[in-house]
C-alpha cells in the first residue's frame, strides 16, 4: 500500500511538470508570435529602375530653343535648356544681333558691349546672364521667379540687376514647345561678299550666325563704292523701290522676308527659282532675285566660322584732300563681325569717272603706255587684298617717300594712298545714315 502511495504521488509530479513544460512552450511561441507581427521584414532593396523612376524630373530629355520675334535694341534674345535624366542640366540665356555675326555675349566678351564702363553696372552683362543661368538650374523651374517692376527686374537673384524676364518667359516657352534638338552646322559667325560689284553698283553679302548648330539670325545686304550699306540706306527711306520702281514693297522689306524664310528651312539648296535671274514664287510679298542671298549663304557656310574682329560694324569712307596727277584718291571699306570684309580703292577725276572702272573699261592703259606689270585696277586689287589679309592699315612697309613697298607681290604702284586713306576712314567712324 505505501508503495502505491509513492507511484501515485510520482506521477502526479510528472503530470504536473509536463503540463508547465507545455505551457511555457505555448508562451515562448505566443511571445515569438507578438514580436514577428510587431517587427515588419526588411524591405527588399530598390532595384536600379525604380531608383531612377524616382531621381527623375518633369521634363522630357533633349535640347530646347526659344527665340525671340524682334529685335530690341539691335539684339533678339534666345534660351536654350538641355534636359538629362528629367532635369535641367544646362541653361543659356544669349543673343543675336540684327547685322548677324557674334552672340551677345561673345561680344560682350571680347570688350565690345561695356555695360560696366558706360553703363555703371556691377558686373558686364554675361556674368550676370550666366547668375540667371544658375538660378534656373538651381530652381528647375522658368516659373519660379519674381519680378520687382514691370521691365522684368528682379531681387531674387543676387548680383543680378539686368532685367531677367526675356530668359525665363523663353524658357518657359521652349520647353512648351517641346525639345528640337541641335543643328546641322558648327556654331559661329559666317559671312561672305559677291566677288564683284553689280552693273547697279551694289556687292552682295550675307552675313549669318549659328546658334545651337541652326541658323538663328540673317543678314543679307549690299554695299556700294562708297561704303554705304544697301539695307540701311533703303530704311533711312534713300533707296525708294516703292515710288520709283513700283515694288510691292522696299527692298529692305523684302529682304527680311528672304531672310526669314533661310532661317525656316534651314538649308539655303531649299530655294527653286523661276528663272535666271533668281526670282522665285516660293517667299510671299518677295519680287527681288534672291539667288545671292542663298549663294552666299552657302560659300559663307561651306567656309567656316570667323573670328570677331577688332572693328565696329559698319560702312567707312575717306578721301584725299588734294589731287595727283588728276586723281583725288579714295577707300571705302566695310566691317562685317568685326572684321574689314571689303576694300574699294580707287579715285576720281575732275569729270567724276572712277579711276578703277575707267581702268577696268581699257582707258588707263597703264601696262600699254607705262610698261607696267599689270594694269593699276589689278594691282590696287592686290594692295586690297593684303590689307584683308593682314587686318591692320598700318602693317605695312614702304621702301621709298612716294610710298612703294616690297611686302605685296606683283604690285609696283604706290600703295600708301590706301593704307592711310583706310586708316582715315576707320578713324573717322561708321558711316551715318540719319
Given amino acids: 500500500m505505501k508503495r502505491l502511495t509513492i507511484s501515485v504521488v510520482i506521477a502526479l509530479l510528472v503530470a504536473v511538470a509536463l503540463t508547465s513544460f507545455v505551457g511555457c512552450q505555448k508562451e515562448a511561441a505566443g511571445e515569438v508570435a507578438k514580436e514577428t507581427q510587431a517587427t515588419p521584414a526588411p ?36 534660351a536654350t535648356i538641355t534636359v538629362e535624366n528629367g532635369v535641367i542640366t544646362e541653361a543659356e540665356w544669349n543673343g543675336v544681333s540684327e547685322n548677324a555675326g557674334a552672340t551677345k555675349k561673345e561680344y560682350d566678351k571680347a570688350g565690345k558691349y561695356n555695360m560696366v564702363a558706360f553703363g555703371g553696372a556691377q558686373a558686364e552683362w554675361y556674368e550676370q546672364a550666366s547668375l540667371a543661368e544658375a538660378y534656373l538650374l538651381e530652381t528647375q523651374d522658368p516659373a519660379a521667379i519674381t519680378y520687382t517692376d514691370d521691365r522684368g527686374h528682379t531681387d531674387d537673384i543676387a548680383g543680378v540687376s539686368v532685367h531677367v524676364i ?27 561678299f559677291a566677288d564683284e560689284y553689280a552693273g547697279s553698283g551694289w556687292k552682295e553679302y550675307v552675313s549669318l ?19 554705304l550699306d544697301k539695307k540701311l540706306y533703303d530704311a533711312a527711306g534713300k533707296y525708294n523701290m516703292v515710288a520709283y520702281g513700283g515694288a510691292q514693297a522696299e527692298w529692305s522689306e523684302q529682304a527680311a522676308r528672304a531672310e526669314e524664310y533661310l532661317m525656316k528651312v534651314q538649308d539655303p539648296l531649299a530655294i527653286t527659282y523661276v528663272d535666271d535671274d533668281g526670282h522665285t514664287d516660293a517667299i510671299a510679298g518677295v519680287s527681288i532675285h534672291v539667288d545671292a542671298l542663298f549663294d ?96 591692320d592699315p598700318s602693317a605695312i612697309a614702304y621702301v621709298d617717300d612716294e610710298g612703294h613697298t616690297d611686302a605685296i607681290a606683283g604690285v609696283s604702284i604706290h600703295v600708301d594712298a590706301l593704307f592711310d586713306l583706310a586708316e582715315k576712314a576707320l578713324e573717322n567712324g561708321a558711316i551715318s545714315y540719319e
Fill in 296 to 391: 552666299l549663304s552657302k560659300e559663307a557656310l561651306m567656309a567656316g566660322p570667323r573670328e570677331l574682329g577688332a572693328y565696329k560694324d559698319g560702312g567707312y569712307y575717306a578721301i584725299a584732300d588734294e589731287s595727283s596727277n588728276g586723281w583725288t584718291e579714295y577707300v571705302a571699306l566695310n566691317v562685317v563681325n568685326g572684321n574689314i570684309a571689303n576694300v574699294y580703292w580707287s579715285a576720281l577725276n575732275e569729270a567724276g569717272d572712277d579711276k578703277k572702272v575707267y581702268d577696268m573699261e581699257g582707258n588707263y592703259n597703264m601696262v600699254a603706255f607705262g610698261g607696267a606689270q599689270s594694269e593699276w585696277y589689278e594691282q590696287a586689287a592686290l594692295a586690297e587684298s593684303y590689307l584683308l589679309e593682314t587686318q
Fill in 166 to 192: 526675356e530668359f525665363f518667359e523663353l524658357a518657359e516657352k521652349a520647353l512648351a514647345q517641346g525639345p528640337v534638338g541641335t543643328g546641322n552646322y558648327v556654331d559661329g559667325a559666317y559671312y561672305m
Fill in 209 to 227: 550666325t549659328v546658334l545651337n548648330g541652326h541658323i538663328a539670325a540673317v543678314n543679307w545686304s549690299a554695299v556700294n563704292r562708297d561704303g
Fill in 43 to 78: 524591405a527588399a532593396p530598390a532595384t536600379p529602375a525604380a531608383t531612377e523612376s524616382a531621381e527623375r524630373g518633369a521634363y522630357e530629355d533633349g535640347i530646347y530653343i526659344a527665340m525671340e520675334d524682334g529685335f530690341s535694341n539691335g539684339w533678339k534674345y534666345v
